[in-house]
């Protein structure tokens, strides 16, 4: 299972109810309760939110977070995922990671 970070954007404020809210709130608790949903909440700009989720493949990131009663009844206009690739004392900070060598091999060019 990979991390999927999501960038949910530009709300439909006009669109707000509290029964959206509520079935939005539910999908997160029901994504919480599996193990998928590891992090969201909204940014302080009032107008953008995250969530980090776990999954098999972008595709499938996609299909769940765009499930998202927020996201499918169209409550956020605009949606980014891309997986994340941790940096933690695991994996020495991805210091010998294949996109960091890549990186530095570029560098030397």
Not at 67 to 86: C, N
Request: charged share 20%; aromatic share 8%.
């Amino acid at each position: 299972m990979n991390k999927y970070v999501a960038i949910l954007s530009k709300k439909n404020r006009q669109l707000f109810s509290d029964g959206l809210l509520n079935k939005h709130v539910s999908y997160l608790k029901s994504l919480k309760r599996s193990g998928v949903l590891l992090l969201c909440g909204p940014f302080s700009d009032n107008d953008s939110a995250i969530q980090i989720i776990m999954s098999d493949s972008l595709k499938s990131a996609k299909e769940t977070i765009q499930s998202d009663p927020f996201v499918s009844q169209g409550y956020y206009s605009e949606l980014l995922v891309k997986e994340l690739i941790e940096a933690n004392s695991a994996n020495n900070w991805l210091v010998t990671d294949p996109q960091t060598e890549a990186n530095r091999a570029s560098s030397q060019v």
